[in-house]
């Protein structure tokens, strides 16, 4: 929700241009970075390090880059728990950012990423801050006169 501030809530205050925004961004970066990445096995290729390590590349990068987006996408509808925590993943997510980026750019075609997660916490709280709130509301000491009246009754 980094890039959508609160207009996730009502999708106003250019909601739709900023999920545009977002899912070019991250098409493009996923596009730059498969552009690098290929510079870089170029580069692998040019030294003649040998095939075993070229492969070795191509699939970790692709291995790294699968994980990545599934953990990403699965970020976007239910909090992490236990070893899959954003900061265990750091590395994994390092390695495999093109997976992320694209798991960014789908996710941005339905929704602002994480929205759903957050609608629901949202509502969630929403519903406890109502009860709390009608529980609250009132005089305290006339309801402290009710309580004693219905004390009374037989």
Same mark, same amino acid.
């Not at 728990?81 to 798991?103: C, E, H, M, Q, Y």
């Given at each position: 929700m980094r890039f959508f501030g609160t207009t996730w809530v009502e999708h106003d205050q250019g909601y739709? &241009?900023?999920r545009a925004g977002v899912a070019v961004g991250a098409l493009a970066a996923a596009v730059v970075g498969a552009f690098a990445l290929r510079l870089g096995y170029e580069g692998l290729a040019i030294a003649e390090v040998g095939g /075993? &390590?070229? @492969? &070795? *590349? *191509? %699939?970790? /990068? @692709? %291995?790294?880059? +699968?994980? +990545? /987006?599934?953990?990403?996408w699965e970020g976007f509808t239910r909090r992490p728990t236990g070893a899959a925590t954003p900061d265990a993943l750091r590395s994994l997510n390092t390695i495999g950012f093109i997976g992320v980026l694209l798991a960014w750019f789908f996710r941005t075609l339905k929704e602002a990423p994480g929205e759903k997660l957050h609608r629901e916490e949202y509502e969630t709280a929403r519903v406890q801050y109502d009860k709390r709130r009608r529980s609250r509301t009132g005089n305290p000491a006339a309801r402290a006169g009710q309580r004693k009246q219905r004390r009374k009754r037989p």
């Amino acid at each position: 929700m980094r890039f959508f501030g609160t207009t996730w809530v009502e999708h106003d205050q250019g909601y739709g &241009l900023r999920r545009a925004g977002v899912a070019v961004g991250a098409l493009a970066a996923a596009v730059v970075g498969a552009f690098a990445l290929r510079l870089g096995y170029e580069g692998l290729a040019i030294a003649e390090v040998g095939g /075993f &390590l070229n @492969a &070795l *590349v *191509v %699939v970790m /990068f @692709a %291995v790294c880059s +699968a994980i +990545a /987006f599934r953990k990403t996408w699965e970020g976007f509808t239910r909090r992490p728990t236990g070893a899959a925590t954003p900061d265990a993943l750091r590395s994994l997510n390092t390695i495999g950012f093109i997976g992320v980026l694209l798991a960014w750019f789908f996710r941005t075609l339905k929704e602002a990423p994480g929205e759903k997660l957050h609608r629901e916490e949202y509502e969630t709280a929403r519903v406890q801050y109502d009860k709390r709130r009608r529980s609250r509301t009132g005089n305290p000491a006339a309801r402290a006169g009710q309580r004693k009246q219905r004390r009374k009754r037989p």
